[in-house]
């Protein structure tokens, strides 16, 4: 569903990304984890199309997404880390706006449905002004789902959710993997990519370290195999020695 | 505690001081800094130094001041610091709130720092606006005459003795909301007074000046006489005196007169700063607020939308349906208009035209009303004209306002032609309709003018609809292209840099915008006048205007079509995250 070959990012001569390649098969879905400034979103915003990457290839749904960029684009989805939705419509006029776009003609059985799914159908005419972070989140949610994609990216999908709202997140992410969309989640929450990714994918400095299933890497980077956690892991790999540089856990000062 | 903030103040303006002068490393920056400095100096700063201009300005233009004279500009100063300060206790309704940034608000607010502490920080605050205002208006004044200094001295003065004033009376307002009185009732409280006194002034001209007459308002002369009899007696006197006094300074014709003008106005001024500290208002909780709504706004400004900026955004009502299916432009011209504001509601519309109709019909039936259809007929030509070069400036709903959401447009499954088409219609839409309306009334008008004319100026409003639609859209066109290729010189709104380079860059545009509209144009206008001699002898020149405009319209159309292809492949080579690093 997704393949990527030598994608390269450079801004000026700054490597962002390099020669990273992976595929994706529909129903699995992908942890992109790394520390800051390892090329994560510049890696998923290359592959939305938003921004050209240098060099490479990258194909969504068999459409490469330079020369059939529009193709690409019908079959996918993203979520950024930070809802971004246009402060004079309200959630309705959203989703038929990208309605629109998508050109998804039964829309308002689909809306209704997921505004009913990610619990804000009570806020069908609120402007985004009136909305919490968490709803803006759902709204932007159920904005890119609206045309049923095939590909999903999430950038930390959880930023801002609470309790109930990151289950539904996960929920809704596990739901789509068996609906057979292939999706790539970014996120810092390791937790997470532990609990709903089938692999994990790290990278550092713009470098693909590690690719594979969650055994697969920790037979990788660990003496003896499935005793360590993916954050331990994620320690060894993205450490300059490979040593864990895990940061010891301070005791908690009792008074 | 003081020291701490002083150093915030101190560092905050340093380091921007500094970043400004690093940028100007960038060509764009230096550019603009060369040519807004160029600007500032011929506007302002040349009268200051020219050798010619050095002691009290330009000798040609100086106005002579007569004591007669001063004293009406102090009469006028006062009572325009009156209607000032009499605002200030009409129209806030808000509880008393120093405006603190969101980052002073969370370091600021919970540190160890008295109440006291905090109205100091935000009054020194103050004074980098006040001062900066202050050799503004300075520079302005000054032309007119007088020392610099004495000028600069004498607006920090009034500036600040202001700034003082409004935070006292924030304050005040506060108070009396805390002891229950409302805002309703403090505004008729205040009203009463203004009335109460504006009746002891009037009781006392009644009784103690001559009865007004015609003569008393012949001319400006007259005028100014009266006013200055009823203003420097009686009540007026003492209920002007304090704001003269703080006028006094900055009218000061020599050092003398502005050393003896200053220590009542500086009294005054310590008065307020003892009633400000002394205040003992609770304003954190109302700061808070206000800080968050600053930051709303910095953010919506920064996001390019200015209307989202100025007051809550409501949901309103589509212009059309939009079907889910159909041309994908279409999309964003809806998106765009929704966009629009509360000022362009189809009801307005729909208001406009009947008001059209309605002055139409009354002008066109009213046969002797000739002249004032002329009248009418070249306020409409200037309206047009006006909404030519001001219309594509002031209605920025496409690009320029949607370009911090470009990450979200290259998401959309459209080419990049449909984007740019889609974002640039709705302003040319607006101003369509707008320009429309207006050749409408023109129409209207044209029936009261002498019937020769009658034909000729209907084949003008005939072209002239024709024209003007695909001229706004190539004066759309520029700066939407011009925000494209040079993204961080536009003001996008996520860029709203200030300051002399700002302003440099701002001119540097205006110029390049008018020299590619010149361009484009020229291909149309040879056709208009290739079409209009040929056929003005063949058919008369109220066919051959409309025939004229239509072949410079066709020429336009297509310019705006290769222009919309460009735009749109100027977008798909925009590299979003090239912008970001900038």
New interface residues.
Partial sequence: MVQVEALT?L??EFTAVSELSFSLQPGEVLGLVGPNGAGKT?TL?CL?????PTRGSIRVAGCDIIHD???A??Q?A?F?DEP?L?????VW?HL??V?????????EKIGRELLEELEIANKR?????ELSRGMKQKLAIACGLLHSPKVIYFDEPLTGLDPLGIRRMKDSILKRARGGAAIIISSHLLHLVEEICSRVLILKNGQKIADGTLVEITRKFSEQAGDTSLEEIFFRATSETGASVAPPVLPLERK | MIPALFYLQWQSFRNRLVTRFKRLKQPKYLFGAIVGGLYVYFYFFRYLFHQGYANGGRAAVKLSVSPEHLLLFELGGALALFLIVLLAWIIPRERAALTFTEAEVAFLFPAPITRRNLIHYKLVRSQLRIVFSALIFSLISRRFGGNFWVHALGWWLILSTLNLHFLGASFARTLMLDRGISNWLRRLLVLGLAAAMVASVWLWAKQTLPALNSADIANLDSILDYAQRLLTAGPALYLLYPFRLVVRPLLAPDTAALFSALPPVLLIFLLHYLWVIYSDVAFEEASVEASQKLATRIAAVRAGNWQAAGKKQKARRPWFKLSPTGPLPTALLWKNLLGIGQAFSPRLWIVLILVVVVAGFSLANGGHNQNLSSVAAVIIAFALSYSLLLGPQLLRLDFRRDLPQADVLKTFPMRGWQIALGEILAPVVVLMAFQWLLLLVGAGLIFCLPGKYEALALAIATGAAMLLPVLDFLLLLIPNAAVLLFPSWIQTGKDSSRGIEATGQRLIFALGQMLALLLALVPAAVAFIGVFFLLKFALGPAAAVPLASLAATVILAAESGLGVMLLGKLFERFDVSEEHTS
């Fill in positions: 990012k801004y000026g510049t915003r939305a199309g938003i921004i050209p960029a529009i193709g684009k019908r996918l993203f950024t971004r246009f402060d004079y419509l309200t006029q038929n706006f309605a629109r776009i998508y050109q998804v003609p039964d829309y005419d609120a402007m985004p002004g």
